[in-house]
């Protein structure tokens, strides 16, 4: 997607952000942002940048209009009561979640007894999210269970996947099956490789499966990151970057070049959307996203 902490971030940050908007919506904080001259508006580049909702502390309407403001065209990671306040600011929904679960990552289509579920949620909000005018949802392989392999994992995960596949592609939707280290952040997850989750695209073999690779938490399992992506890219719907170590900034402070990164995605002719999600350390985090953006921007 650093710490547990970080965790808690992806899967409760939204909650609690949702109550920061709405007990600082109306107080100065918001009047003061907007009564700041809005930066010049940077040209995007080759590649359509979004933002990771819960990097953010700042209510979802002024989080909009800053990040419109940079020249972003998304934000990312979103639950499906605050879609229309993102296209009503005239960007997009890079990512939806089905489901508010705090087990959301750890419970995945690598385990057959969460398959119900699972596509109970998808077969609700995939036809929403198609009214909405989304394009990507996102979905997880699970965490390893006791006296399931790897192999059958595999194939579980191929199972439950292909039967939700028609009709995301029947909706336009790109389900993304996201890649996350299980070194760090995510113990025990099953999804903690390229090669697993090519496997079980390859299995599905559906345009409107991909996977999230998530770049941050595939270099800290396995690295080569340029390599895996050119090699991998007609698997993938979907980037996530963070600074590594640390998921801070993805500038000169941490040990991947970014730009390079984004020029390489951009001349494999990537469509998709590129999704920043990382923690910034500066004083003023704007500063931090606006700086992604430039990065990026190839």
């Given amino acids: 997607m650093t710490t547990k902490s970080t965790d808690i971030g992806r899967r409760h940050a939204i909650g609690r952000l949702a109550s920061t908007a709405a007990a600082f919506g109306a107080l ?5 942002a907007e009564s700041r001259p809005a930066p010049a508006k940077a040209s995007p580049g080759r590649l359509k940048q979004s933002l990771s909702r819960w990097t953010s502390k700042a209510p979802l309407p002024e989080l909009c209009k800053r990040l419109k403001a940079i020249g972003f065209a998304g934000v990312d990671l979103l639950y499906a009561d605050e879609w229309s306040v993102v296209t009503d600011h005239g960007l997009a929904v890079t990512m939806g979640y089905p489901s508010r679960r705090d087990d959301f990552i750890a419970m995945g289509f690598n385990d057959p007894a969460n398959h119900a579920t699972l596509l109970k949620e998808l077969e609700t909000t995939i036809p929403l999210a198609k009214k909405a005018g989304l394009t990507n949802m996102i979905t997880m392989f699970g965490n390893r269970k006791d006296g399931i392999d790897e192999r059958q994992a595999l194939d579980n995960c191929v199972a439950g996947l292909s039967k939700i596949a028609p009709l995301a592609a029947e909706n336009g939707i790109t389900l993304c099956v996201e890649l996350l280290n299980s070194k760090v952040d995510h113990h025990g997850y099953q999804g903690d490789s390229t090669a697993f989750g090519v496997a079980v695209m390859k299995g599905v073999n559906s345009p409107h499966v991909k996977l999230l690779y998530d770049i941050y938490h595939m270099q800290i399992m396995e690295g080569d990151v340029i390599r895996t992506i050119r090699d991998n890219l007609a698997w993938i719907g979907h980037f ?9 900034e993805i500038n000169g402070s941490q040990e991947l070049n970014y730009h390079a990164i984004a020029k390489a995605i951009a001349d494999l002719g990537f469509q998709g959307y590129i999704a920043h999600e990382f923690m910034p350390e500066r004083t003023d985090p704007f500063a931090s996203f606006a700086e992604a953006f430039k990065i990026c921007t190839v």
Wanted: net charge positive; charged share 5%; hydrophobic share 30%.
């Fill in 28 to 32: 100065p904080l918001l009047a003061s």
């Fill in 240 to 248: 996530h970057t963070g600074g590594v170590p640390g998921r801070h």
